[in-house]
């Protein structure tokens, strides 16, 4: 059976308090924030007052979650409020507090710091920031490998050239075309000329889909007029469709 | 006319005298090794949409236990715990010193209303103080309790935490 001295012994091991150039010490907690990383807080003062803080970790764990954007003291600050915290320019923060009072408020905003965290992470928009195309890229490369190729001219039926950034040349002479499209006017207007004359030639072995970033803001009048090209497909909802026309 | 503010009722409920309804009878609690009584208040006779509930923890070899009044979320605590490391909110009373403490404690409503909104009761109460030195049994703590929060005693005997028993 183990001992309760060697527990205390391997718990103390994770708690550690490193001094900063500015004065203060750094405390690691036992507390954990929703990515599993244990909160550090930050004991600064003199000999007989002292803050603690958590440096803005809490605002951290949101960025590192994907939270973009700036979130407003005043939203922590009701978060905070009922442990007798502080917020400033995202900073959790204790009042001053004596010297006995150091491991409550280690506690205290370390705790609060995780609370704030993962309330954001719950509740807070959430815009992932991607690029489009180089995600894409990726993800047609993952499925048809050799047999895509960029940039490829394809001629209309009004026997005009038009380039797009994925082709893939499949067996039994199957062309699958993927247009990625952004959501600006001459992008728009361009893809769906492109597709839509090639569409007109009414060759059964291809296959044409515009691609459209659903991570921005489309109007639904766009998105028709996309849909006058070839068929629109969100990003998002892209992969089961490639795996599909892949096999 | 406005909604008066939940503090207000609370602190009402607490003023007036209550009694305790039925035949004591302890039922296994929600998590394993609690059991638990839960006693209907009645003001003036008439049931009060509040409980005096108590928990024991019959295998645990120490005295532990919490008394509690609900109306219905907790507004007044004891944890009997000596076990149990209780930090208090910076946010509280003038008069309540204490940082943090592993002791008997209890939550008392002055200390915690403070936490309330216009409609909600706290989730937490989130303010202690250490229990009385001369209140240190299950008897003593309740009698205690029910002078605080303005329940007639029980009859001698009425209420007893449930014996001590071993998990075999």
């Not at chain 2, 609900?70 to 076990?83: E, G, L, M, Q, S």
Request: proline fraction near 8%; charged fraction near 25%.
């Amino acid at each position: 059976m183990i001992e309760p001295d060697a527990i205390l012994a391997l718990l103390s091991r994770t708690v550690k308090a490193t001094p900063i150039e500015d004065g203060g010490v750094r405390v690691s907690t036992h507390v954990l924030f929703p990515s599993n990383g244990n909160v550090t807080v930050t004991v600064r003062g003199g000999e007989r007052e002292f803050c603690v803080y958590d440096d803005g970790a809490a605002i951290s764990e949101m960025i590192s979650a994907g939270l973009r954007g700036p979130v407003p003291d005043r939203m922590l600050r009701a978060r905070v409020r009922n442990r007798g915290l502080e917020v400033s320019k995202g900073v959790i923060r204790s009042p001053t507090i004596p010297l006995e009072a150091i491991p409550a408020a280690i506690l205290h905003v370390a705790n609060a710091s995780r609370d704030v965290a993962a309330w954001a992470i719950e509740r807070l928009p959430f815009r992932v920031v991607r690029n489009f195309r180089a995600d894409l890229a990726i993800l047609l490369d993952r499925y048809f490998h050799t047999a895509l190729t960029k940039d490829i001219p394809i001629i209309g039926a009004s026997n005009k050239p038009h380039k797009f950034s994925y082709v893939a040349r499949l067996s039994g002479e199957r062309t699958i075309i993927v247009d990625p499209v952004t959501n600006e006017p001459t992008s728009i207007n361009s893809r769906v000329v492109a597709n839509l004359d090639v569409r007109n030639m009414h060759d059964p072995r291809i296959t044409q889909f515009i691609v459209y970033d659903d991570n921005l803001r489309w109007t639904t009048s766009d998105l028709k007029l996309l849909e006058i090209g070839a068929p629109t497909i969100p990003f998002s909802r892209v992969e089961p469709q490639v795996r599909q026309l892949a096999h | 006319m406005p909604d008066r503010p939940i503090a207000e009722l609370i602190d009402e409920l607490l003023a007036a005298e209550k009694t305790l309804g039925g035949t004591p009878d302890w039922q296994p609690g929600p998590y394993e090794g609690e059991e638990r009584l839960v006693i209907p208040l009645r003001v003036n006779g008439v049931s009060a949409a509040a409980a005096l509930i108590i928990t024991g923890y019959p295998y645990i070899g120490h005295t532990k236990f919490r008394i509690m009044l609900c109306a219905p979320k907790c507004v007044w605590r004891i944890d009997y715990a000596t076990d149990e490391h209780h930090v208090n909110s910076f946010n509280r009373p003038p008069d309540l010193l204490e940082y943090d403490f592993c002791e008997p404690h209890y939550h008392a409503w002055p200390d915690n209303r403070r936490f309330c909104t216009h409609n909600s009761l706290p989730e937490r109460l989130e303010n202690a103080r250490i229990m009385p030195h001369d209140v240190r049994s299950f008897d003593t703590s309740l009698r205690w309790f029910c002078g605080q929060t303005d329940i007639v005693q029980p009859e001698n005997g009425l209420i007893m935490l449930p014996p001590r028993r071993r998990l075999l």
